[in-house]
């Protein structure tokens, strides 16, 4: 009888109808594959029922952060050979159900399933959010899913973000670090606000403070930072005092659509839109327009994904709902301008960035697995997993184009037209 990593390798390309990219390493110790190609390590054969239970990429990162299945070698490598077989051929169960209907994939599929032994789907990973279908972006739903996402322990993000505490793109300059880097992006946020002292600043999500600390430091001006987490705002609080700031930054752990105290100056939405979900985006973009002075400024950094042909078919990433993000959602950065248009914005820049977090991603993978042990501690190990492989992927999905993050400025100007920014709005980045 062959050994499990040969059956597996040959039953797999059965299966999928090209070679498989990947060595295999199964549980007897047994390998197959491409030399010198990344190793998909198969612990044990709980990984093929998590698989075949669930295919795609939901049973995959069952299997990963179930520490069933793991990677030899470089990840990075690994998760760019499997993308074009997973998460760009959208192997779903409507597609395996077509797939089936080819009596070779049939017969391999069922080899698979003996192979797997007996046929009981495993429970997922206690990291999993299981909840019943609801409506999506309530009060009470936004705060569980940034929950789940953020309190997960202050100490395990400073391992991975580093001193700056900055958890969205930076912005890098040759030869800059990270933590330099993140002081550069939350200047160039200022920059582009046109920042005074004395002004108010509203900061939407306003994670451990970094950027309201920068803003009431840097520019003197007064700061309110919402956020919906509990463990976020204790410890802006904390930085806040510390820095003697509490005169100018107040750190509310608040929703966004509560906020009545405006009006402001301007706005920073730094990594913030993209828990709010599309039915509700125009009620966010409305909400901060009404929030702002005549003239005042917005600062949306958002991640955006490629449109669609079909918009009405966009599904949700499996991996990103269940483990990292629920609810969250993705939109074209056309979708954004456009929202934000009807809200009442003049849209007057957009810059992206998206090879900037690319480079950001892979400092804070390598944060993490430089002190791995340390953050299984802090977090467990599939936590710690989830992490891992999220943000590689993130990574290679930015610098691939799959997804993109942009920076755009859009301004409540009034109706005298003045607008009241440069005729080059691009004064502020001389680089």
């Known amino acids: 009888m062959a050994d499990a990593a040969s059956r597996l390798s040959r039953l797999a390309e059965q299966m999928l109808g090209v070679p498989l990219p990947v060595r295999i390493q199964a549980w007897d110790g047994s390998q197959a594959g491409p030399p010198g190609a990344p190793t998909l390590v198969v612990r044990n054969r709980r990984a093929l029922r998590r698989i075949l239970f669930k295919p795609g990429e939901l049973g995959l990162a069952r299997a990963w952060v179930a520490g069933d299945l793991d990677v030899e070698g470089d990840l990075y490598s690994a998760l760019d050979a499997m993308a074009s077989l997973v998460w760009e051929r959208g192997e779903d169960a409507r597609t395996l159900r077509q797939a089936l209907r080819d009596p070779v ?31 999506l972006h309530t009060r009470r739903t936004d705060r569980q899913a940034i929950s789940h996402h953020y309190d997960v322990g202050n100490d395990f993000y400073e391992l991975v973000l580093g001193p700056s505490m900055v958890y969205s793109c930076a912005y890098w300059e040759d030869g800059g670090t990270l933590e330099s880097a993140q002081r550069d992006k939350l200047e160039l946020v200022c920059a582009k606000l046109g920042l005074t002292e004395g002004q108010r600043l509203l900061d939407v999500g306003c994670g451990w403070g970094s950027m309201a600390i920068h803003a009431a430091r ?21 930085r806040v005092a510390d820095e003697g700031l509490t005169d100018l930054v107040e750190i ?5 659509r509560d906020v009545v105290d405006g009006p402001f100056d301007a706005v920073s939405s730094i990594g913030m839109a993209e828990h709010v979900g599309a039915e509700r985006y125009l009620e966010y973009a409305s909400q901060l ?37 629920p609810d969250g959602e ?15 914005f003049e849209v007057r820049d957009v810059e992206a960035i998206r090879e900037h977090y690319a480079r950001t991603l892979r400092r804070w993978v390598g944060n993490l697995e430089a002190d791995w042990d340390r953050a299984v501690r802090l977090t467990g190990p599939g936590r710690a997993r ?24 859009a301004v409540r100007t009034p109706e005298s037209g003045a607008s009241g920014l440069p005729p080059r709005t691009r004064t502020w980045n001389t680089a």
């Open 105 to 135: 994939v049939r017969a391999a599929v069922l080899d698979l399933l003996r192979i797997a032994g007996p046929p009981l789907p495993p429970a997922p990973p206690r990291e999993e959010v299981r909840r019943p279908r609801r409506r």
């Open 218 to 238: 840097e520019h003197g001006v007064s700061v309110v930072g919402i956020t919906l987490s509990q463990e976020q705002a204790a410890y802006a609080r904390k």
């Open 252 to 256: 509310r752990v608040q929703d966004y």
């Open 289 to 325: 327009y009404a929030l702002l002075k005549p003239g005042g400024r917005l600062l949306n950094h958002q991640i955006a994904r490629r449109p669609q042909r079909d918009e009405t078919a966009y599904e949700v990433d499996d991996f990103i709902d269940a483990y990292v993000f």
């Open 330 to 344: 993705l939109a074209p950065i056309g979708t954004t301008v456009t929202q934000l248009e009807r809200a009442g």
């Open 386 to 409: 989830v992490w891992r492989l999220y943000m590689a992927a993130s990574a290679l999905s930015f610098e691939r184009n799959r997804i993109g993050v942009n920076q755009v400025l």
